[in-house]
């Protein structure tokens, strides 16, 4: 029990901090409301901890023997981050409120995991951390899944409300298109360290 709440901590602190997931759903909380975000919250909170319990029962092992797979999904990942940084940064007023722009959908969020450099920090992490040699591994693992799903719906959500309330102070298309463009900076620069450890790997030996 003092493992689980000591998972609970990790798992909270981790999931409330700056990252991709919590950038992307107070942006969507801006342009399109908290109705509209809904899925694309759902599709966080459900679609990570359900990485954590692939990844903790074994897909991390597929990366381990084919480590240039786990190279090539995160080569794409950060591609897809760089293309979410310039629609969050290009985003016009006039688009979203004539519906040319849509908020993400559940299984787009979901799927986002994946290729969310953050979200495998927190799930390798979680498992190094938290699972032992002594201990019954799938109990543990499922532990580690119950946190980060008790711990997603608040964590994620404060990000959504914090963005819906900006969108009330944010009322002219002017100041709505600097939280745009500061929201897509914000995202590229979580993506620079990827960028660093790519370009390391591919070309320190060259």
Same mark, same amino acid.
């Given at each position: 029990m003092e493992i689980f709440? =000591?998972?609970?901590?990790?798992?909270?602190?981790?999931?409330?901090?700056?990252g991709?997931?919590?950038?992307?759903?107070? *942006? *969507?909380g801006v342009n399109y409301g908290i #109705? =509209?975000?809904?899925?694309?919250?759902l599709g966080i909170c459900l679609g990570?901890?359900?990485?954590?319990?692939?990844?903790?029962?074994?897909f991390? &092992?597929?990366?381990?023997?084919?480590?240039? +797979?786990?190279?090539?999904? #995160? $080569?794409?990942?950060?591609a897809y981050l760089l293309y979410l940084a310039y629609k969050i940064a290009s985003a016009k007023p006039e688009h979203i409120a004539t519906g040319k722009s849509k908020a993400l959908t559940f299984w787009q969020a979901a799927l986002f995991q994946w290729v969310n450099g953050k979200a495998w920090v927190m799930a390798s992490g979680a498992m190094a951390a938290f699972t032992t040699v002594a201990g019954v591994y799938w109990l543990e693992v499922s532990a580690i899944t119950l946190a980060f799903? +008790?711990? =997603?719906?608040?964590? $994620?959500?404060?990000w959504l409300l914090f963005g819906a309330v900006l969108k009330k102070v944010l009322n002219n298309a002017v100041a709505q298109r600097i939280f745009n463009l500061l929201m897509g900076?914000? /995202?590229?620069?979580? &993506?620079?360290?990827? /960028?660093?450890? +790519?370009?390391?790997?591919?070309?320190?030996?060259?």
């Open positions: 709440w =000591a998972v609970l901590f990790f798992a909270f602190s981790t999931t409330i901090t700056p991709p997931n919590n950038v992307m759903i107070m *942006s *969507s #109705k =509209a975000s809904l899925p694309h919250w990570f901890p359900l990485m954590v319990l692939v990844v903790g029962l074994g991390g &092992v597929v990366f381990d023997r084919y480590p240039h +797979l786990h190279q090539l999904i #995160k $080569v794409l990942g950060t799903l +008790l711990v =997603a719906f608040p964590c $994620v959500g404060i900076l914000i /995202l590229l620069l979580s &993506v620079v360290p990827v /960028l660093l450890e +790519l370009w390391h790997y591919y070309f320190s030996a060259v």
